[in-house]
C-alpha cells in the first residue's frame, strides 16, 4: 500500500470555512439515502440530503428486476422461506439472523411505499399475485420469479422500471417535507471526526467551494463501487466515495473482495453495457450460444434460474471455448406482446440499437453490478465511528454473504435505510451539531499534472482482467501492484479536484478489494480463484475486515458484533 494512508485529502481549517448546521446529514439520493432521510425527519430532525451529482441518478433509478418481498397472506411463502433462499445463495456468509431481521421488514416497506403513492404492477391472468393494503385501499400486485428463489416474490413496477418508480415515490415525499433539504452537486470530500473520533459532519465541495457541514449524525448512503471495472452496469457515479471516505475516518470495512457480476447486459460496440433484468429469464428467455445451444442446462439443475455468480463464470467459460464466438439471450419462443408490456424499457433499448426481441438473438454479456462488500454495520446502521451510519450498497451487514440474491438490494435499502434515519435521529437529539476547531493536512498534492481520464480508464481494465469473474493470486499480486503504485501516484500529484478526489476513491476501494481477494484463498459466491478452486470452511467461513492505519486485512467470526463506541 501506499506509504502512508492520509486522514483528509485536503488541507483545511474549519475556522476559515463557511459552516452549515443540520441535525442529520444524509449523503445519497437511492432508495437507503431517501428512506433514511424520511425516517430522520419523521423522527423530529432537520435533514439535509446531499448528492455528488443530479439527486436523480442513482443505481436506484435503473434497477430493473423489482424488490422482493413477502407479503401477509401468501400461502406458498413465508419469511422463512425468503431467510433460507438468500442464505443459499449467500453460501455460508449470510448472517441468519441479520437475513431474518431484514426479509422481516419487507411487508412493512412495501405498505409504507404503498402509502406515499408507489404502484406496483397488478397481476395478469394466470400470474401468482398478492394484496398491499387492506379494506377499500387493497391492490393486488403481481409476484414474479427470478433467479435463486424458490417461489415467485418479486413485486415490479412500470414493468421493469421499479428502481425509478420507488426512487420518484421517495423523492416525492422528501420534497414536501418542511425539515427536510437538498443538495444537488455537493460532492462529499471527507467525514469530519474530533479527537474522540466521533464523527462531527463533512467537509463538501458546493459549486466549487468547501464547506462545513456539521451534524448531529451523518448517515451514508451513497451505494457501491462497481464503476472501479470496465464492464459495469452501474450509474457513472458509482464510484466507491462513501466507502473510502468511511474507510479514512477509521470505520471498519467488510467483504471488499466480493462483488456480483450481472450476466446479462447487452454486447455492442460502442454501446453502453445496459443492464438486461434478471426478470426475463424467470419468464423464460433462454441464454444460448452462436449454435443455439442452452449450455447452462448441462451447468446447473436451474439453468438460467441459477445463482448469477454461477451463470456469469458459466458464461465466462463457454466464451473461452475456441468453437464460441458469442453469447445470446433468445426471447424469440415468448410472447411480444406480453414481453413488450412486461418489460417495456429492455424492449425500448433493444429497439434503439437496432434489436428486436421477437426476431433476434440479443447479444449479452457479464458486468459488474454490485458491491457486496463496504462499511461494516449492525442491525440499525451503525458504524464502528460514533455518529456514522450508513444503509443500503455503500454497507456490509452479512445479508448477502458473498453472493446476492436477486432484487434483496432494493429491499436491503429501503428497510435498512428507515432503520438508520430512525436511530441516526434519535442519536442526533442527544448530539447537537456543533461546529469546532477541526484542520488536517490533507495530501499534499498540488505540484505537477495527472491524467485522471488515462488512470480510471488503466484501473478498470486491470480490475476487470485481474480481479473480475474468474481470479488467481498471480494476477491478484500484480493488481495489488499496480493499484499501490497509481494510489501513491495520485495521492501526492495533481490539483485539489472532484475528479482527482473521485480517482483517489477509486483506487483505494480497488487496493482494499485486491488485497482481500488474494488474503482470500478458497473459492466462494462471486470470488471464484482459479489457483483456489473449492470453498474452504474449515479456513474461511470468516469475514475480511479492514481499517485504516492497519497494514494487514484481519478475519473475525461470522456473527462478531460491531464494536459501536456509540453511547451518548
Keep these: 500500500m501506499p506509504d502512508t494512508q492520509p486522514r483528509y485529502l485536503l488541507p483545511f481549517d474549519t475556522y476559515a470555512l463557511p459552516h452549515h448546521l443540520t441535525d442529520v ?20 430532525a432537520r435533514v439535509l440530503v446531499i448528492a455528488k451529482g443530479d439527486p436523480g441518478s442513482s443505481n436506484t433509478g435503473w434497477a430493473q428486476g423489482g424488490i422482493a418481498a413477502v407479503l401477509d397472506g401468501v400461502e406458498d411463502d413465508s419469511a422463512s422461506l425468503h431467510a433460507d433462499d438468500t442464505c443459499v ?58 433467479g435463486g428463489h424458490s417461489v415467485p416474490r418479486i413485486l415490479h413496477a412500470r414493468g421493469d422500471a421499479t428502481g425509478a418508480e420507488i426512487r420518484d415515490t421517495l423523492a416525492q415525499a422528501a420534497r414536501e417535507r418542511d425539515r427536510l433539504d437538498l443538495w444537488g452537486g455537493a460532492y462529499l470530500v471527507d467525514l469530519l471526526t474530533d479527537e474522540e473520533d466521533r464523527c462531527r459532519g463533512a467537509l463538501v465541495f458546493v459549486e466549487g467551494e468547501l464547506r462545513a457541514v456539521w451534524a448531529g449524525a451523518v448517515v451514508l448512503g451513497t451505494g457501491g463501487y462497481a464503476q472501479i471495472f470496465r464492464e459495469s452496469t452501474n450509474v457513472p457515479g458509482a464510484t466507491g466515495d462513501g466507502v473510502a471516505v468511511a474507510y479514512r475516518a477509521g470505520a471498519v470495512l467488510q467483504d471488499m473482495e466480493f462483488v456480483q457480476f450481472h450476466p446479462t447486459t447487452l454486447y455492442l460496440a460502442g454501446v453502453p453495457r445496459l443492464l438486461i433484468t434478471e426478470a426475463i429469464r424467470g419468464e423464460g428467455a433462454h441464454v444460448v450460444d452462436d449454435r443455439g445451444q442452452r449450455f447452462l442446462l448441462d451447468v446447473h439443475e436451474s439453468a438460467e434460474l441459477a445463482p448469477r455468480d454461477v451463470i456469469s463464470r458459466a458464461i465466462t467459460h463457454h466464451l473461452a471455448q475456441p468453437d464460441v464466438q458469442n453469447v445470446f439471450l433468445d426471447m424469440r419462443h415468448l410472447d411480444a406482446t406480453r414481453m413488450a408490456k412486461r418489460f417495456p424499457g429492455v424492449v425500448r433499448s433493444c429497439r434503439d440499437y437496432g434489436l428486436d426481441i421477437a426476431s ?79 484542520s488536517g493536512k490533507g495530501t499534499g498534492a498540488g505540484r505537477g499534472s495527472i491524467d485522471t481520464d488515462d488512470l480510471r480508464t488503466s484501473l478498470k481494465a486491470v480490475l476487470w482482467r485481474e480481479a473480475g469473474i474468474v481470479r488467481s493470486g498471480g494476477q491478484l499480486a500484480g493488481a495489488v501492484g499496480a493499484v499501490n503504485g497509481w494510489e501513491g501516484f495520485a495521492l501526492r500529484v495533481g490539483p485539489p479536484s472532484e475528479e482527482r478526489f473521485t480517482l483517489v476513491n477509486m483506487l483505494c476501494v480497488a487496493r482494499l478489494l485486491t488485497t482481500a481477494a488474494l488474503f482470500r484463498e478458497e473459492s466462494r459466491g462471486t ?35 460491531v464494536a459501536q463506541g456509540q453511547a451518548s
Excluded at 116 to 121: N, P, Q, R
Excluded at 122 to 138: F, K, L, N, R, Y
Aim: proline letters at 6%; aromatic letters at 4%.
Design 25 to 44: 446529514l444524509v449523503v445519497g439520493t437511492g432508495v437507503a439515502g431517501y428512506s433514511a432521510a424520511l425516517a430522520a425527519s419523521e423522527a423530529g
Design 89 to 146: 445463495v449467500g453460501q455460508g456468509l449470510c448472517d441468519r439472523s441479520v437475513v431474518e431481521n431484514v426479509v422481516s421488514g419487507a411487508h412493512e416497506g412495501i405498505e409504507r411505499l404503498n402509502a406515499l403513492g408507489a404502484h406496483f404492477d397488478e397481476p395478469g391472468e394466470g400470474t401468482p399475485d398478492a394484496t398491499i393494503g387492506t379494506g377499500t385501499h387493497a391492490t393486488r400486485v403481481a409476484r414474479g420469479l427470478e
Design 360 to 438: 433476434d438473438l440479443v447479444p449479452i454479456r457479464p458486468a459488474a453490478h454490485y458491491s457486496i462488500g463496504g462499511v461494516r454495520t449492525d442491525l440499525t446502521g451503525r458504524t464502528s465511528v460514533p455518529g456514522l451510519f450508513a444503509a443500503g450498497e455503500v454497507t456490509a451487514t452479512g445479508l448477502h454473504g458473498a453472493n446476492r440474491l436477486a432484487s434483496n438490494s432494493l429491499l436491503e435499502g429501503l428497510v435498512m435505510g428507515g432503520r438508520s434515519g430512525r436511530v441516526a435521529g434519535a442519536y442526533a437529539a442527544d448530539h447537537a451539531p456543533e461546529p469546532v476547531r477541526l
Design 527 to 561: 470470488h471464484w480463484r482459479r489457483d483456489f478452486p473449492e470453498r474452504d470452511d474449515d479456513r474461511w467461513a470468516v469475514h475480511i475486515v479492514h481499517q485504516r492505519d492497519k497494514p494487514e486485512p484481519e478475519r473475525i467470526l461470522l456473527r462478531a458484533p
